[in-house]
């Protein structure tokens, strides 16, 4: 089992940033790929960004390409997530996920993680 707390959200003005934490228990965390996912109201969930296990390969969507910046500390069991020049369309519940698969390359699809975070609001104010 793979437990995944969040942390780091809340309000900040449009341009701002804010850095997202997650923390993850279980021995082999340091061979999980990582991914941070948002939901917004009325919205299904969304990619965000993903990390392997080594952070040699990252992936981002277009919306936050150049913006965001994810980043892993395995020694800490953490993953992070950089967010600059926010919008007000960046506002939603952001997730942390795993599969918890060792070595696995990470994914934008939602369905391929298998544990998940209880969220972090994000709110960007115009």
């Known amino acids: 089992q793979v437990q995944l707390v969040e942390s780091g959200g809340g309000l900040v003005q449009a341009g701002g940033s804010l850095r997202l934490s997650c923390a993850a228990s279980g021995r082999t965390f340091s061979r999980y790929p990582m991914g941070w996912f948002r939901q917004a109201p009325g919205k299904e969930r969304e990619f965000v960004a993903t990390?392997?296990?080594?952070?040699?390969?990252?992936y981002y969507a277009d919306s936050v390409k150049g913006r965001f910046t994810i980043s892993r500390d395995n020694a800490k069991n953490s993953v992070y997530l950089q967010m600059k020049s926010l919008k007000p369309e960046d506002t939603a519940v952001y997730y942390c996920a795993t599969n918890g698969r060792d070595y696995a390359s990470g994914r934008s699809d939602a369905g391929y993680y298998d544990y998940w975070g209880q969220g972090t609001q994000v709110t960007v104010s115009s």
């Open positions: 990390i392997n296990w080594s952070s040699v390969n990252t």
